[in-house]
Structure formats: structure tokens, C-alpha cells
């Protein structure tokens, strides 16, 4: 008599939708991708400013996902713009906010920083806190800004962890990272 294999039963494929504000946002979320491979979907979208309900259903439409899919939306976005806090907070979903920018998120792999400053400041501390970044283009990294980023996250992670929530300076991108580290667990 042959025994039966038993397999495990497979998991409904799941998606995060990462609605960015810009450019820079979403090629750090496909570097987060590239670096976790999850059996999950990561889909990217750039929505700017406009973002709005509408625009999110939209997004949804496209990827083909409705109410009854496992999804879950996370919109990544700077406070350099007050009103755009606002819009979030209306939206179903999780938003990771970094004040003033997104490079505040960079510039805390690199070091510690609690004071508060605007986003030009913190691009030029930025540049001026490592030879790589020294000649850094928003939108793309070098080699090395991504190994830099892919592999000092944890200290990234800790440093941020001590900063006052959506204060400046604040980012809340541990709270990502740790979804990608749960799902890779998991």
C-alpha cells in the first residue's frame, strides 16, 4: 500500500500595493523587492500629489484586484507637504510617512540625526555623509548607495525607532520592513 503525500496547502497569492509619491520612493521599494523576494506581489505605482480614492481604485482596477483578493495598500510619501498628510489619512490603507523626505530614511543608514531641518539640508547632509553618496540623483542609486541601503537597514531601523513619531525629523519605513520581514517569516 503506497502512502499518501500530504502537501501543504497553498497560500492564496497575496499583494502589496505601494502607492509612492515620487520617483525615488518607488525605486527604494523595488530594491526592497529585489532584496527580499517574497512569494508575494509587490506592485509599484507613482501618484504624486493627486492622489485620491478614485486614483487608488484606479490602481486596483489595473492590477486586476477586488474586494475579495488578499491585499493590503501602502502609500509612501514625504511631509514636505502638509496637505498631503491630510488626503492620506482618508485612504484605506497603511501610509509611511518620512519627514521632511525620503532621504532622511537614507541618511539614517548612514548615521544619527535628530535635529530638525528641511529637505534640502537633509540631501546635503546626505551627500556629504559618505563618498558615495557625495554625487547622489534622486530617482536612482549607484551600486554601492543600494549595498549601503540594502545591508545598514537594521541600524536604519534602530535609529529611526528613536525619533518622535511624524515629528521632524521622523520616518515610519521600519514599519514597511518590518511587513516584508513577517511575510518572509511567515
Avoid at 480614492?53 to 490602481?59: A, K, N
Avoid at 483578493?69 to 502638509?82: G, L
Avoid at 541618511?107 to 540625526?113: A, C, G, S, V
Wanted: net charge positive.
Amino acid at each position: 500500500m503506497r502512502e499518501r503525500i500530504t502537501r501543504k496547502k497553498k497560500r492564496s497569492h497575496r499583494t502589496f500595493l505601494v502607492i509612492c509619491e515620487g520617483e525615488t520612493e518607488r525605486v527604494y521599494i523595488e530594491a526592497l523587492k529585489h532584496q527580499y523576494r517574497l512569494p508575494i506581489a509587490i506592485r509599484t505605482k507613482v501618484s504624486g500629489n493627486a492622489i485620491n480614492q478614485r486614483l487608488v481604485s484606479q490602481y486596483l482596477k489595473e492590477l486586476g484586484l477586488y474586494d475579495k483578493d488578499e491585499y493590503r495598500i501602502f502609500y509612501v510619501y514625504d511631509c514636505d507637504i502638509e496637505c498631503i498628510v491630510d488626503k492620506l489619512n482618508k485612504l484605506e490603507g497603511t501610509t509611511i510617512l518620512t519627514n521632511p523626505c525620503i532621504e532622511l530614511w537614507f541618511l539614517l543608514h548612514l548615521k544619527e540625526h535628530s535635529r530638525a531641518c528641511s529637505s534640502e539640508s537633509i540631501v546635503k547632509m546626505l551627500s556629504a555623509a559618505h563618498p558615495s553618496w557625495k554625487n547622489y540623483t534622486k530617482g536612482k542609486f549607484s551600486h554601492e548607495q543600494h549595498n549601503q541601503l540594502m545591508s545598514n537597514y537594521q541600524q536604519a531601523i534602530q535609529r529611526a525607532d528613536k525619533l518622535e513619531k511624524h515629528a521632524n525629523p521622523s520616518s515610519d519605513m521600519p514599519l514597511f520592513i518590518r511587513e516584508l520581514d513577517n511575510e518572509k517569516n511567515d
